[in-house]
């Protein structure tokens, strides 16, 4: 079963993928790279000039998968710094919860479309670790360094409205409709000239990927010495047993 569908969208130049990791829609390394290999295909493609990245079931995706020590994330992070690279414009449409590596997968699109009922959280603090995913470059500059870091240091979920008013997320809808509005949006986009929307978008992302993979080397540098430490494996333990974590600073 592939991590990733491309489904018809409905509308002409829109193309619609699909992250189909159910029941959580957790990021694995293979789904990650499924992900950049079909927006590095929709690029070469001129008949697609946006796409709507959305997810089956009721999460967006809730953080990466890192199950059993099979998952290198270093390879992991590879693939995601991929998707700052892709050419043309991506609108996420978030339905549901988008927390560390899915908000860093949102994050990673140009526009997010939510509802009320979606939860973002970078919970990374939380669970004992270093932020990840670039977010520490791309968090700041998306809602600007104050707000970054207060959901950095708190870890707090905030729901669509929320993310709204603080520029995390761009139009809040209802539940039913996040899917359709971020197709809306999208086929907004594609009556544009598409050489002019894409130079635009280059543009406006000037040093982005460069500056991010940057960032994230220094991210897993920090991630990799926060592992080996009790406060990290407090902060598992808590979430398992879904409890607040008693950390130490050890």
Known sequence: MTDIALLDSGHDHVALLEIRRPPHNHASLEMLRELADALERLDADPAVRCTVLAAEGRVFCAGADFSGGAQDPAAFYVQAMRLFRTAKPLVAAVHGAAIGAGLGLA?????????????????????????????????????????????????????????????????????????????????????????????????????????????????????????????????VRAMAERRPPRFEGR
């Open 107 to 235: 994050v990673a699109a140009d526009f997010r479309v939510t509802c009320a009922q979606a939860r973002f959280s970078a919970n990374f603090n939380r669970l004992g670790f270093h932020p990840g995913f670039g977010l520490s470059a791309t968090l700041p500059r998306l809602v600007g360094p104050q707000q970054a870091a207060l959901l950095l240091f708190t870890g707090r979920r905030i729901g669509g409205e929320d993310a709204v008013r603080m520029g995390l997320a761009d139009q809040l809808v209802d539940e039913a409709e996040v899917r359709a509005s971020a197709l809306a949006l999208a086929a907004e986009i594609a009556v544009s000239a598409p050489l002019a929307v894409t130079s635009t978008r280059a543009t406006l992302r000037r040093g982005l990927a460069d500056e991010v993979e940057r960032v994230n080397r220094h991210e897993r540098e920090m991630q990799q010495a926060h592992y080996a430490t009790a406060d990290f494996r407090e902060g």
